[in-house]
């Protein structure tokens, strides 16, 4: 059935359910029993819990509604519209890491690939021994959470009909790499393979917060607030009261900034990511020394080869393939991606006529990714236009672990038959014909500044600790400075997982969200 | 040497000036010599045969003012380079394509990280553009072109 035919799940909501801010003409004063901030993984599963358990909920949410029907092929419309900084975003430091998030109802679960890991045992045993979280965060406790967001989300591994060439590659030539490739689990149903995930799904089959949890919240009587950025929570008498926000737009520079306020009855979940959560809890008053500190991230690299048989990455599910053998021994996480030729280009060497000519052989390209489970710390401040500065280096043993990473992948391409690879680092020639050259990577200097990173897996920031000594929120998800006031994005990992976040997120999310509805804090006073 | 005219302004009438006519004379001359048309692979037309102007006014409108700054000053240096890199007293706009060529490919490979930045930056952002044209997009997807779609994008002799 074509797109127009369909019905989708974010159409037809129910009347006055969402209000959007870009159209907003009069303030807004209203009263809810818990405001959640932001609609993605983290926002989108708190506000389900909620809702389901019978609360009033508000969701607010900066960015505006891309729906299924609107979705955009085209990646400059995507990045426009459903991306903070229209895909601008850096991490700055010794060289000018990219960075991307999703600014748009559903957040970055709207331009992710779906990808679904439960949290490793040693992260619950790091974050036990380590960091004293064991008495709420365990593999016991997250179980019966997990299981429900994978049965919510069907979960499961790529079908046959979706898994396209680059992926299947992967999947069958990984023991030739001396390691096990296997299909990804995905949250998504009915994937049709149209490798388009990272500019939305268009026809809803990934399971985004999007298609799931928020239109489901909104059908049993929540509201979302689109365009619309919170400024502040509202604290009062050291407990979150409520929001104030004003109305934005899709491009931020045309927003007309008319006031949103709404009180919350029995307190705020902040779910605004791990970059912008430190700096809006900062604008709110909340002082401790770790706010902003110790951010980090699972920085990646990626590098196509090029093979005489056609690949067709515009096949396949989007990211279907990856093997996890070397996250204990080497902090790197292997995977395939399919990308669009507007996003490819990147990755190819060369300018002028050698560019555009290579351009033209991408339908013969598979490109594999590294996600490096880096030891970096860096930092969020805030800086001019309401935007956050995030400062962030990698270290000496994060690149060892790219370059390793790196000559793994191009050995890989060429056991797989790939007859060129291209690796994308500087001093290294832009293209290698034989196993032989993968030498050459080997020998790359470790500079970060000569290796094409790019960061999405994002962690830290406003950590959780027993005491407010150690981190800002505590171990009832609440922050230290405020009650009543729940953490619930992936700022208050104390580590970076080394797999892919999502489903870690939306576990603790659900986790905190049940926890605080069967014991939530008496009603506020007006 | 051949020294190609200096490019006209994009035909289309359409919202704000990003920049001054200049700039856009420049920007032709430093992003055509990063997308040029191959024919020989099938791509007929390069960045300058397509809405260029149009991209550059709906780009700088999208971005945060920051960023749109810098890339202007990339484009801006680029455009003031080649007394630096080929020994002429021009801008790109007056260099041959051998020159541009020589001046895009020495920055691109610079040593120095935050010169060799300027070229990847512009061709990063720009591919969004020049790579969603509608021959790019056929061959990527082994299809032949839209011919409707080429002369939407502005193509002043496909008409
Ligand atoms: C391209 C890409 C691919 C990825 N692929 C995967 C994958 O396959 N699997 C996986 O596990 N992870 C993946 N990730 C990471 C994963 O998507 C994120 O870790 C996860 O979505 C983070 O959840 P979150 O709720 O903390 O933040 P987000 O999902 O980013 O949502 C935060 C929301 O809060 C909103 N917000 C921020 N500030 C305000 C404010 N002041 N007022 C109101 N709203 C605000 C934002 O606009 C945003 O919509 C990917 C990420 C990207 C960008
Ligand atoms: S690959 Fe599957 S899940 Fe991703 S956009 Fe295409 S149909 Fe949707």
């Known amino acids: 059935m074509s797109a127009e035919h369909s019905v989708f799940p974010d159409d037809n909501l129910p009347e006055g359910s969402v209000v959007d801010g870009e159209t907003l003409e009069r303030a807004i004063d209203e009263t809810f029993d818990f405001v959640v901030v932001g609609s993605g993984a983290a926002g989108g599963t708190a506000a389900w819990t909620l809702v389901q358990a019978g609360y009033s909920v508000a969701i607010v949410e900066e960015g505006p509604w891309v729906k299924t029907r609107e979705v955009d092929r085209r990646v400059f419309k995507a990045f426009q519209r459903a991306f903070r900084e229209a895909g601008t975003q850096v991490l700055l430091g010794n060289s000018i890491i990219p960075l991307l998030q999703g600014r748009c109802v559903g957040g970055s679960t709207l331009v992710n690939s779906a990808i679904v890991w439960r949290t490793p045992d040693d992260v619950f045993d790091e974050w036990k021994k380590d960091w004293g979280l064991g008495s709420v965060i365990t593999e016991a406790a997250l179980e019966p959470h997990f299981a429900a967001i994978e049965e919510e989300l069907k979960v499961h591994a790529v079908l046959d009909e979706a898994l396209g060439e680059n992926n299947r590659l992967f999947v069958d030539n990984a023991f030739k790499g001396g390691f096990v490739g296997t299909r990804m689990r995905r949250y998504e149903t009915g994937c049709k393979g149209s490798a388009q995930c990272l500019t939305g799904c268009p026809n809803a089959a990934k399971q985004g917060m999007n298609v799931s949890y928020i239109p489901w919240s909104l059908r049993k009587g929540a509201r979302i607030f689109t365009c619309a950025r919170v400024d502040t929570i509202d604290i009062r008498g050291g407990r979150a009261v409520g929001v104030t926000a004003s109305s934005s737009h899709t491009n931020p520079k045309f927003a007309k900034k008319v006031p949103i306020v709404l009180h919350a009855r029995r307190g705020v979940f902040l779910a605004a990511s791990t970059i912008q959560t430190p700096n809006i809890l900062r604008r709110s008053g909340v002082k401790n020394a770790h706010l902003g500190e110790h951010f980090m991230a699972h920085p990646g690299l990626g590098m196509p080869g090029i093979f005489d048989h056609k690949v067709d990455m515009h096949f396949g599910a989007t990211q279907g393939a990856e093997t996890i053998d070397f996250r204990k021994s080497d902090r790197f996480k292997l995977e395939t991606i399919s990308m669009q030729p507007e996003l490819a280009a990147t990755r190819i060497p060369g300018v002028g006529r050698e560019l555009v000519k290579r351009l033209t052989t991408l339908p013969h390209a598979a490109i594999w990714v590294v996600q490096i489970r880096a030891k970096a710390q860096g930092s969020i401040r805030p800086t001019f236009g309401d935007r956050d500065l995030v400062r962030y280096s990698m270290a000496k043993e994060d690149m060892v672990a790219a370059r390793k990473a790196a000559a793994l992948i191009a050995r890989l391409l060429f056991e797989s038959g790939a007859k060129e690879v291209w690796p994308g680092i500087h001093g290294v020639p832009e293209i290698i014909r034989s196993m032989d050259d993968v030498k050459l990577i080997e020998a790359a200097a470790l500079d970060s500044k000569n290796y094409s990173l790019i960061a999405s897996h994002l962690f830290g920031a406003a950590r959780m600790a027993q005491s407010e000594r150690d981190g800002v929120v505590g171990l009832d998800f609440s922050t230290h400075a405020a009650k009543g006031l729940y953490v619930v994005d992936s700022s208050i990992f104390p580590t970076n997982l080394g797999v892919n976040p999502q489903h870690s997120i939306m576990g603790l999310a659900r986790l905190a969200a049940t926890r605080v509805a069967a014991s939530p804090l008496a009603v506020a006073a007006a | ?159």
Not at chain 2, 6 to 20: D, E, F, I, R, S
Not at chain 2, 46 to 68: H, K, N, Q, R, Y
Request: contains cysteine; hydrophobic residues 50%.
């Open chain 2, 1 to 159: 040497m051949t020294v190609t005219p200096p490019p006209t302004l994009a035909t289309t009438t359409h919202g704000p000036k990003a920049m001054t006519s200049i700039e856009y004379t420049w920007a032709r001359a430093t992003l055509g010599t990063i997308f040029p048309a191959a024919p020989e692979a099938g791509i007929t037309l390069g960045i300058v045969d397509m809405e260029l102007a149009v991209f550059i006014d709906e780009l700088a409108s999208a971005l945060p003012s920051l960023t749109w700054f810098g890339l202007r000053m990339f484009l801006i240096i680029i455009a003031l380079s080649p007394l630096f890199i080929v020994g002429r007293f021009a801008t790109m706009a007056g260099l041959g394509e051998a020159d541009r060529d020589r001046v895009i490919g020495t920055i691109g490979h610079s040593n120095i990280y935050l010169v060799r930045q300027m070229v990847l930056a512009l061709k990063a952002t720009f591919a969004m553009f020049f790579a969603g044209g509608e021959e790019l997009q056929a061959v990527c997807r082994g299809r032949e072109p839209d011919r409707s779609k080429l002369v939407a994008l502005g193509r002043k002799t496909a008409a």
